[in-house]
């Protein structure tokens, strides 16, 4: 047993010195103990020496990956980014490979459509971006600011007395002490918790440079074109709106923009004397007095109504007498100016058809082509007007509607036709 304890002492405590125990183990125990103890050193020293060429090998394989590594990167670029609103093709960063690039639809490629890894690990070309087509064509810039064209947006130079992105905001530098019924107003100002102005102007005025409310221009803006008129006659601009007016014989209709006409003789605003006719037109009215014609030839007439005149009995024999017109009517039809034609103006027949054709013709006037008279059916004829008539002007017509039977002529009856055309045209 005390060997053993005496040999772990010593590798435990190896510089312990000898003690007295020597003596009381023999010279062979000693040896042998000796021994073992140098052959166990010995197989240490064996692993120790394996596991640190071990350690050398794995240090050189790290030594090389790392170089390896290096080598790598000095022979890359870094990767580009892909632009905005576009692609990139390729990820490859080694020397020598090319990188692609694309824009989405709308935008426009600026810069280097292909960029190569160069040599000294630099891309070639130009930086990529992808920049908005339109970006000004939607004039982004309000109050007359100019609209410059930038890389990936629009900016905008404001003119003065505005500033914003979009010269939106007026800068209020000057305001002047201006009336309601003035034609430029202060805007209605609020401070907001950020500490920014808003401000807003009064309908029917538009914020102006310097922050000045001023009156908008309808009548400026949208009675000079036919298209997009708004009174039917006169626009007045006032502040803050617009007034349309008529002519004199015309009243405002209840739509305000458009004119009706005053109908003076329903609304006894004539001055027609006695014995005279009231006739509205438009725009007007005309005191008309119509006469029968004087006798001649054995022929006379007598007015049977206000517009009406008939033949008084021929004398026995008198073929002038005969022939003449058994009855002549008066007709008054108002006309705005420039009316669309072909148009009927006036219908004509009998109330007593006792023959068998009638025939229609127009026998004098000052119309000129202007007004003709064709057959409407086998009993009716009408008056047509054949192109715009322009006024201010009166066009007249005599017609005549003859009855016959068997060819033999029954009787005739005059319709005196006056037109009176409006200066305008309503
Ligand atoms: C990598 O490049 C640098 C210079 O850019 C050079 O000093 C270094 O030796 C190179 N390394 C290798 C492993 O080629
Ligand atoms: C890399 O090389 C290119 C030409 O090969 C040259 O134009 C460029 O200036 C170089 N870049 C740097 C950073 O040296
Ligand atoms: C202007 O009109 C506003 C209301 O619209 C009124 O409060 C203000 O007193 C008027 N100012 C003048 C100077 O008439
Ligand atoms: C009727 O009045 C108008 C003015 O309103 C005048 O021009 C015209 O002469 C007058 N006619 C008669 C018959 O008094
Ligand atoms: C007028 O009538 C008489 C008979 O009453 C006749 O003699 C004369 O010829 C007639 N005149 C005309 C123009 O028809
Ligand atoms: C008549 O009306 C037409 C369109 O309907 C227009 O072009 C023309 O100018 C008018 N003429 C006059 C004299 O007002
Ligand atoms: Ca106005
Ligand atoms: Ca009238």
Redesign the pocket.
């Known amino acids: 047993m005390l060997p053993k304890v005496l040999v772990l002492v010593a590798l435990a405590i190896p510089h312990l010195p000898w003690s007295s125990a020597q003596d009381c183990l023999s010279k062979q125990q000693v040896a042998n103990t000796i021994k073992q103890m140098q052959k166990l050193l010995s197989s240490h020293e064996a692993a120790q020496l394996q596991n640190m060429r071990n350690l050398k090998k794995q240090l050189t394989l790290l030594q090389g990956n790392i170089q390896k590594q290096m080598v790598k990167q000095n022979e890359s670029c870094t990767l580009l980014p892909v632009p905005l609103n576009g692609r990139r093709l390729g990820k490859k960063t080694v020397v020598g490979h090319d990188v692609h690039f694309l824009c989405g639809p709308g935008f426009l490629l600026v810069g280097s459509e292909t960029r190569t890894c160069l040599n000294n690990r630099t891309w070639s070309g130009q930086q990529t971006f992808c920049k908005s087509i339109n970006d000004c064509a939607s004039n982004p810039c309000a109050n007359g600011g100019t609209c410059m064209d930038g890389t990936d947006r629009y900016s905008c130079l404001c003119p003065s007395g505005w500033s914003g992105t979009t010269c939106q905001a007026p800068v209020y530098s000057y305001w002047a002490t201006l009336s309601n019924s003035s034609f430029s107003r202060q805007p209605r100002c609020a401070d907001n918790l950020l500490g920014s102005r808003q401000c807003s102007c009064d309908r029917g005025f538009q914020m102006q440079a310097g922050g000045i409310c001023q009156d908008v221009d309808e009548c400026q803006l949208f009675q000079s074109s036919r298209s997009t008129r708004i009174c039917l006659h006169e626009c007045v601009n006032v502040p803050g709106s617009y007034r349309c007016t008529c002519p004199e014989g015309y009243q405002l209709h209840t739509d305000k923009s458009t004119c009706t006409d005053v109908d003076e003789c329903a609304e006894n605003q004539h001055n027609c004397s006695r014995g005279q006719m009231c006739i509205n037109v438009f725009g007007g009215f005309r005191c008309v007095r119509p006469e029968c014609p004087k006798a001649q030839?054995?022929t006379s007439y007598v007015k049977t109504s206000a517009a009406q005149c008939e033949r008084s009995p021929c004398?026995?024999?008198?073929?002038?007498?005969q022939r003449a017109a058994n009855s002549i009517s008066f007709h008054y039809l108002p006309l705005q100016s420039n009316r669309t034609a072909p148009r009927v103006l006036f219908k004509m027949s009998t109330s007593r058809f006792v023959g068998d054709s009638l025939r229609f013709a127009i026998l004098g006037g000052n119309s000129q082509g202007m007004l003709v008279v064709q057959r409407a059916d086998r009993q009716t004829g009408e008056l047509v007007l054949t192109r715009p008539a322009v006024g201010p002007t009166t066009l007249e017509a005599e017609l005549e509607m003859s009855e016959f039977a068997r060819k033999i002529l029954l009787g005739k009856h005059i319709f005196r036709v006056t037109v009176f055309v409006s200066q305008y045209e309503f």
């Not at 004398?315 to 007498?321: D, F, H, Q």
């Open positions: 030839l054995n004398p026995m024999g008198s073929k002038a007498c």
